[in-house]
């Protein structure tokens, strides 16, 4: 098959679930097969063979962007790196390898010759004792994907202090507040950041981070423009305030862990945050609520958020009304997720004359009806409306709504828990 495709010039397999029966496929490409530009293996869970990976790498010398899996060990990444100097994108393996004083400078050595370097990620586990290794590719990168790395603040800040040009980072709540004040204060370009869970569901957990550090990032970064932030606190006036600095986000996805939490100094509900995002984020494209949240939020975002494609909603809401002003007030709607909110039939029905001109709507433990899906199919008889149905459930309710247009018309692929209406 490999020696068919001679001028292949990207093999990336991230997004692929692969049966990986170990590394020897490295070993398939002849060597007379110089034309790979990407090369991404990172989710590859097993040993490869890196012998065959350094001498593919070594012969294909156009090669922009290698990303690793953990098998690779730190003195093998030097190795590469040797070999490819022109890298523009780089995920490297494990960082956690124990070098001896000449492998660290050779490591030192070699991603410095990286003058193209403007991505980087992996990092699995690394050690900050190997960071400043980083510090020479660290003043050409845009992006910084630390999503690996359980960095601390101090680790975190030390690394910052030389990228200075970052537009895209990336990071674990390990790094807490501290960390993220490091970010206001070395990150003026930033337009997207990312703070993921170290452990989503520890719900015991002592560090992470809060709504002081998004408000820190705020003041320093005002060009920020996409935020994806998991939290376990926040308020309403911290909100306010971060949009007030940064009002061209496009993308605003706000993740408060505890479902239902409330505004935790006054206890309110988290209406007045959003509607500040609403209201002063003209340009908002994406939106993910959390928190507890009342009809009031929905009013805000039919009212306000006119250039709202797709909104995330999960435990929130009072009545079909919310979805309802959703349904009638945001016209460039094209995707809408729903899940373990209050809505019923009556939501469902309100986008009547709105599902044709939309991607999809999926609802998962709502008050959805079977009865209210198929008045749905039978309205309108040129969308796609999937119903899942789970073990033991009330056969009168639909569990999780599937619906979309389609000018294939149903799909012939359903597993037998789904039903087509």
Known sequence: MIEEEMNLTELDIQENGIDDKGGSWLSCFPESFTSLEVLNFANLSSDINFDALERLVGR????????????????????????????????????????????????????????????????????GIYLPALYPVCTHLTFLNLSYAALRSDELAKLLAHCPRLKRLWVLDT???????????????????????ADPFDEEIIHGVTEAGFVAVSFGCPRLQYVLYFCRQMTNAAVATIVQNCPDFTHFRLCIMNPGQPDYIT???????FGAVVKTCTKLQRLSVSGRLTDLTFEYIGRYAKNLETLSVAFAGSSDWG??????????LRKLEIRDCPFGNAALLSG????????????????????????????????NVEVMKEDGSDDSQADKVYVYRSIAGPRRDAPPSVLTL
């Not at 204060?185 to 950041?193: F, M, Q, S």
């Not at 044709?356 to 198929?374: K, Q, Y």
Request: proline content about 4%; glycine content about 6%.
């Open 175 to 197: 790094v807490e507040d501290k960390g993220l004040e490091a970010v206001g204060l070395n990150c003026p370009l930033l337009e997207e950041l990312r703070v993921f869970p």
């Open 352 to 383: 009547l004359e709105k599902y044709e001109s939309m991607r999809s709507l999926w609802m998962s433990a709502c008050n959805v009806t079977m009865n209210g899906c198929r008045l749905l199919a039978r309205e309108m008889p040129r969308l």
């Open 267 to 273: 206890n309110e509900p988290m209406d007045e945050a």
């Open 60 to 127: 294909c010398k156009s090669m922009r962007v290698l990303k690793l899996n953990r098998s690779v060990s730190l003195e093998q990444l030097q190795r590469l790196l040797v070999n490819a100097p022109q890298l523009a994108e780089l995920g490297t393996g494990s960082f956690s390898e124990e070098l001896t004083f000449r492998q660290y400078v050779e490591l030192e050595s070699a991603l410095s010759n990286c003058q193209n370097m403007h991505t980087l990620y992996g990092l699995w586990d690394a050690k």
């Open 323 to 332: 979805m309802q002003c959703v349904m009638g007030g945001c016209s460039k």
